[in-house]
């Protein structure tokens, strides 16, 4: 149908800003999710992620979701892709690219782990990584068309266009990416599916 839109959640936050951008360059519908009213633009849903009616609602005509939403440390994400998967299959909607962190990546050194897990992990706290391993898991559980986009330490960096990504694992000797490139990836791995049920580290 000509009126589907894809379903950017996270529109706001710095990633998201680029994907939407990349988005509009290439003419491509889409509606962005917003929770406040001074973030609606054309083509917004004012809406709460962690109710499921809104996202319900905001799901009625959409074909896929890119989701660039944070972990604000309360659960928000986990429960809006917990939303989103529902709201997905209740309208049978099979795409959708989040953008998670490479410490839900396996790690290098100790392939049995998870990044945050492992020697490799150089953060004090892993709440962030636990709820991306929330997403993951919760993905994995279904029989949907994901991928997860994973980035290592994002920096605020011009669009390169040019960036190593790997299946399951960092690139090696990865050490940042930016917000601009993480976006580029989202967007051209949604229309492409070359790691379709994957998660992608992404580095320089």
């Known amino acids: 149908m000509s009126s589907t839109k894809l379903l950017l959640v996270g529109a706001t936050g710095k990633t998201g800003q680029f994907i939407g951008s990349y988005l509009e360059d290439r003419k491509v519908p889409f509606k962005r999710f917003v929770r406040l009213s001074e973030q609606m633009t054309n083509d917004s849903f004012l809406g709460d992620i962690r109710s499921q009616q809104d996202v319900i609602d905001a799901m009625t005509d959409a074909s896929g ?22 709201a997905m299959k209740h309208y049978q909607v099979k795409r959708i690219v989040t953008i998670g962190t490479a410490g839900i990546l396996q790690s290098e050194l100790q392939p049995e782990l998870l990044r945050y897990q492992s020697s490799e992990n150089k953060r004090v706290h892993h709440d962030a990584a636990k709820e991306h391993e929330q997403v993951y898991l919760a993905l994995a559980n279904t029989d949907m068309d994901w991928t997860i986009i994973c980035p290592t330490r994002l920096v605020q960096e011009e669009l390169r266009g ?7 694992m960092l690139p090696s000797q990865g050490a940042s990416i930016s917000f601009a490139d993480t976006a580029e990836l989202a967007v051209s791995e949604y229309f492409n599916g070359d790691y379709v049920r994957e998660r992608v580290g992404i580095s320089y």
Do not use: P, W
Not at 162 to 168: E, I, S
């Open 65 to 86: 979701v890119i989701c660039a939403l944070n972990t604000e440390g309360n659960g928000t994400l986990i429960s809006g892709i917990t939303n989103l998967i529902t």
């Open 162 to 168: 040019v960036y190593r990504v790997r299946k399951d």
